[in-house]
């Protein structure tokens, strides 16, 4: 241990030349050998897996040729990019894409901090965890499942919910057939997979406010909804930041494996988004280099808009993610 | 809090809340519970009743049917066999990535920070990542279900958070005056200590891969090598496409018709139950990873 700290406190920055410096960082790296060698199998992963794909994303400006290779494949510049932005259906698939982004924000941001707060009002603590732990069960069942579930509930002749609406008077409604369904269903049925599991975030946050808060409110003569708005709100703000900047970073992944679920012939209009279509351009058609040239224009666009929010949010002295 | 005396609209306000909590878990649950009542409901009268709240004509047909599918039995093994082995790489690669990152000590801590997060927010895309997998030659194999996807960064800081928090200093000086090595230190010692975080991972981790389907989609061509998920696709997702488009011919036609229908119930439970068994044991391992995770690392 002492010897530890010794070197700790020599590591100190100096103005004493390049050459000590390095015999210092060679020393760091001595010591941590045995950490080093721990990490490394991580490390390699993360470099093929996450970093050697990077690589592949050239071809993206290229005229990818398997036979040539990803280095090999002549250069095309920017010409899958116009391609794709000339196709008639680009604005589509944009106003699609960012539709059902932002409104399953708009219903899935505020949506489980409502419900946590409903929780945390809850005396009874096995009623609470009991409810709670109800709620987030739609979260563990897979997505292939909550849409064949979503089927069963909405099939113009065995639904429950057209079950419901003649039940009251009105015609039965076929969901699937009528594009200007989709986002709604999806969005919503969502939001019954989402609400529990991330409420249970929020309730964590909320268990972390200090009691006394609360005492000190109450003694002041602050009403139920006053503690509500004074004291837990406030307490959950920086979760509330971390999620939604998070979440408005994943603005144009759409919970795509979901939508190609839901996808058919007659919904495609409102159901086409940018990374159901890099899919079936890239994996379906085998269009690699077009592929990967709407794929990257997917991710930096969504990057941008992370940078852009995370920046908002650290300008307004919230929370950010760095 | 419990002994300050309520005012009625203090009352009024519980009432009301409780009422609209209860009303959202119903709503919540119901597609589950409807799921396992039509699974055990002669398929002829489910949709009978308004809302079905109880089994109707009670048999047990369409768990017979499931049990004669022979492709759902394939499904399971493979799920089955890309569970296990992917948790068992996910746990402990992520043991190996997040270790040595909660050490105060470790040289260039912030660079590996970095270099592993930053995947988090940019990655190559599908193709680039599907042309690294063909590289590899590693297509049609269980390993390209369970390797690519090895670490989630997620999961990673939610363990380094427990490491960083759960594990006192003191113990790892005391052992390494003792001369323990760092390999032995992260597992006679650290890990004994980590079996809530470790059974977490695990929950985590295996749901995963026993939910998904896309992976498989894109990169298993074999049909016995298929994961439950992908036939579960074909019978819920493909057939009920079919279903809404094709139109009743003869009677023959609707009685088939039903008894698929019953199949579909009766294979969610199926592919389901593990976890439904296990549902009310695990949820508390789950709520303890979210507190973890919630600890801002």
Partial sequence: MDARMEIQTARKPSA?????????????????????????PAFFYFVIWHFWPLYGIQIAFKDYMPALGITGSPWVGLEHFTRFFRTFFFWDILRNTL?????????????PIILALMFNEIRTKRLRSVVQTISYAPHFISVVVAVGILFFFISPTTGVINGIITRFGGSPIDFMANP????????????????????????????????????????????????????????IMPTIMILSIMSIGGVMNVGFEKVLLMQTDMNLAKSEVISTYMY????????????????????????????????????????SLW | MDTIKQTPGEKAFEAVNLTLVLLITIILLYPLLFVILASVSDPRRIYDTFLLVWPQGFNLESYKAIFENGDIWIGYRNTILYTTVGTAINVFMTILGAYPLSRRRFYGKNVFTFLFTFTMFFSGGLIPTYLVNQSLGILNSIWVLVLPGAISVFNLIIMR?????????????????????DWRLLFKIVLPLSMPIIAVMILFYGVGHWNSYFDSLIYMTDRDKFPLQLFLREILIKNSMQDMLGVAVDEQYSQRMMAREGIKYSIVVASSLPLLILYPLLSKFFEKGILVGAIKG
Avoid at chain 2, 161 to 181: H, N, R
Wanted: charged share 15%.
């Fill in chain 1, 99 to 111: 539709g059902i982004s932002v409104y399953g924000l708009i219903v899935g941001i505020p949506a």
């Fill in chain 1, 180 to 235: 200007s369904h989709f986002w709604h269903l999806f969005v919503w049925s969502g939001l019954w997979q989402s609400i529990g599991w991330s409420s249970l975030i929020y309730t964590a946050a909320m268990a972390g406010i200090p009691p006394d808060q609360y005492e000190a409110a109450y003694i002041d003569g602050a009403s139920r909804f006053r503690r509500i708005w004074h004291v837990t709100l406030p307490g």
């Fill in chain 1, 280 to 319: 079936k351009s890239g994996i379906v058609e085998a269009q690699y280099s077009f592929s990967a040239a709407v794929g990257l224009f997917n991710n930096v666009v969504n990057f941008i808009l992370l940078i852009l929010f995370n920046a908002i949010a650290k300008r307004a002295g919230q929370t």
């Fill in chain 1, 16 to 40: 004493e030349g390049f050459s000590r410096r390095l015999a210092e960082i060679g020393k760091q790296l001595k010591r941590n050998i045995g950490l080093y060698l721990i990490i490394a």
């Fill in chain 2, 161 to 181: 958070t427990y490491f960083q928090t759960q594990i006192p200093v003191e113990l790892e000086e005391s052992a390494f005056v003792d001369g323990c090595s």
